[in-house]
């Protein structure tokens, strides 16, 4: 691209979905190793804004040591006369797309969350100054977004200064959720997609809707309005409810049509409000993972900032590893954490009398939106670190998923069938041979919903 002569290395689409690992990388910036990182934007008077202003606060890349993890904040203000304050979180997110357009520059993530790596070959060919990054985006957001009149940019790497500015931006973002409570999905007829992951998982839709966030808890209903009328061309668009098929599952003829057409054909059919069936679609960017816990028959919880493993014995990035990339998985469904909040929550599924387990951290924040009879029989990392654990803590609290155990019997009669509650068969070590090879399985759990005991009879 022209515009780019003065970059010292590439800037295009190409560069988009490109990952970098930790062996290649010259320094990361947020990312799960740090918790104060953010990326805001604020709309301003055009009087307030010094255009193309670029300032760094802190060490600059050249000045960072090699291989090191560093507290991070990128603070856009934006004015133009056509730009309203709803705009915010739209522009905010364009923040990912447009950092992925450098080449070795990589970017994950949202608000909050941020994760950026600059590998080391970009940063040998001279792209060692936050400057240069701030004039990519500068360009991009002003051919991009011709709205934007005005724009300045300010970089943070001093950890007190990002520590203090990562507080107040979280009331920021918890002010912006708070608007689109209390509107109801049935009340509109127009719900908004967003393609802005599909670099990174192309067979990925998010439908927003006023009583279910974008995954990436960055765009809401009034966020997707605001973007598909200044830039109806652009990532976020309209989409027609058009006949509602089925309410309780939140499946609508219009959803449909548009999901299969911008995945290609991969994904037919989206039922927003369930994990299970045919689950709204995950990208790589969702805030949290609600997955299925069969050994009691509920959902556990867990969002990008848990470090620990989960009380079935595997971390965040396992699972969400098993929800990413555009597919529909039953029981692994990435979330927000303002859908969350929302009375739609997994309604098919339950809703909250289906949750037994999250982080104590997500549930303090969002305690409020429980309801009150389950919110103290939901267990986290402090009352349970293993499905067995868990499962005596259901008991004692007398979980609503409780009722729907069924017992094993003591004895089983000869001939007897009998449905068993979600039984888990532990194989230390197994061997199955099929065509000439044998697989091997050790520590292996087979889970069956159905265990069938009979007697067999004795050949003559």
């Known amino acids: 691209m022209s515009m780019f002569e003065d970059i010292p290395v590439d800037v295009g689409v190409i560069y988009e979905g490109e990952?970098?690992?930790?062996?290649?990388?010259?320094?990361?910036?947020?990312?799960?190793?740090?918790?104060?990182?953010?990326?805001?934007?604020?709309?301003?008077?055009?009087?307030?804004?010094?255009?193309?202003?670029?300032?760094?606060?802190?060490?600059?890349?050249?000045?960072?040591?090699?291989?090191?993890?560093?507290?991070f904040g990128i603070y856009i203000e934006v004015a133009g006369k056509n730009v309203e304050e709803e705009l915010e979180g739209v522009i905010e997110r364009r923040i990912h797309e447009y950092c992925n357009f450098i080449e070795g520059f990589m970017h994950l993530n949202q608000r909050y969350d941020i994760w950026l790596r600059l590998?080391?070959?970009?940063?040998?060919?001279?792209?060692?100054?936050?400057?240069?990054?701030?004039?990519?985006?500068?360009?991009?957001?002003?051919s991009e977004l011709?709205?934007?009149?005005?724009?300045?940019?300010?970089?943070?790497?001093?950890?007190?200064?990002?520590?203090?500015?990562w507080k107040e931006t979280l009331s920021i973002y918890e002010a912006r959720d708070a608007k689109a409570r209390g509107m109801k999905d049935e009340e509109v007829d127009t719900f908004y997609g967003c393609t802005l992951c599909q670099s990174f998982a192309p067979t990925h839709c998010c439908v927003i809707t006023p009583q279910r966030y974008a995954n990436c808890g960055a765009i809401s209903w009034f966020d997707g309005r605001a973007s598909a009328r200044v830039d109806p061309k652009g990532p976020v668009f309209?989409?027609?409810?058009?006949?509602?098929?089925?309410?309780?599952?939140?499946?609508?003829?219009?959803?449909?049509?548009?999901?299969?057409?911008?995945t290609?054909?991969?994904?037919?059919?989206?039922?927003?409000?369930?994990?299970?069936?045919?689950?709204?679609?995950?990208?790589?960017?969702?805030?949290?993972?609600?997955?299925?816990?069969?050994?009691?028959?509920?959902?556990?919880?867990?969002?990008r900032g848990f470090k620990e493993v989960t009380v079935n014995g595997l971390p965040f990035s396992t699972l969400?590893?098993?929800?990413?990339?555009?597919?529909?998985?039953?029981?692994?469904?990435?979330?927000?954490?303002?859908?969350?909040?929302?009375?739609?929550?997994?309604?098919?599924?339950?809703?909250?009398?289906?949750?037994?387990?999250?982080?104590?951290?997500?549930?303090?924040?969002?305690?409020?939106?429980?309801?009150?009879?389950?919110?103290?029989?939901?267990?986290?990392?402090?009352?349970?670190?293993?499905?067995?654990?868990?499962?005596?803590?259901?008991?004692?609290?007398?979980h609503p998923v409780v009722q729907q155990w069924k017992e094993v019997p003591v004895e089983a009669e000869p001939e007897v069938e009998e449905?068993?509650?979600?039984?888990?068969v532990p194989l230390p070590t197994t061997a199955i041979s099929a065509g000439g090879f044998k697989i091997i399985l050790k520590n292996a759990k087979i889970h069956a919903e159905k265990l069938i005991i009979k007697r067999e009879k004795e050949k003559r």
């Not at 005005?150 to 007190?160: E, L, S, V």
């Not at 989409?239 to 599952?249: C, F, L, R, S």
């Not at 991969?266 to 790589?284: D, E, I, K, Q």
């Open 119 to 142: 590998n080391k070959k970009s940063f040998q060919k001279g792209l060692n100054s936050f400057n240069y990054i701030g004039k990519v985006l500068t360009k991009l957001y002003k």
């Open 19 to 71: 990952r970098i690992r930790r062996k290649d990388m010259y320094v990361e910036l947020g990312g799960p190793d740090q918790e104060a990182k953010f990326e805001l934007v604020r709309v301003k008077g055009l009087d307030e804004v010094e255009d193309e202003k670029i300032t760094v606060v802190g060490p600059d890349l050249k000045d960072v040591k090699e291989g090191s993890s560093i507290p």
């Open 419 to 424: 449905a068993l509650a979600a039984p888990t």
């Open 238 to 262: 309209t989409i027609e409810k058009g006949e509602v098929i089925d309410p309780e599952k939140g499946e609508y003829a219009g959803v449909n049509e548009v999901v299969k057409k911008k």
């Open 320 to 398: 969400a590893d098993s929800t990413a990339g555009g597919r529909q998985i039953d029981g692994f469904h990435g979330i927000s954490i303002e859908y969350m909040r929302s009375p739609k929550f997994l309604q098919v599924d339950g809703g909250w009398n289906r949750i037994v387990w999250m982080p104590a951290s997500v549930k303090e924040r969002i305690k409020d939106f429980i309801p009150k009879e389950v919110v103290d029989k939901i267990a986290t990392e402090n009352d349970a670190k293993a499905v067995d654990e868990l499962r005596t803590f259901l008991k004692d609290h007398e």
């Open 146 to 165: 011709p709205f934007i009149e005005k724009i300045q940019i300010t970089f943070m790497t001093d950890p007190d200064k990002v520590r203090k500015m």
């Open 264 to 303: 290609l054909g991969a994904v037919n059919r989206v039922w927003l409000y369930t994990g299970f069936g045919y689950p709204h679609t995950s990208c790589g960017c969702f805030e949290a993972v609600a997955f299925y816990v069969p050994e009691v028959d509920g959902f556990g919880i867990v969002h």
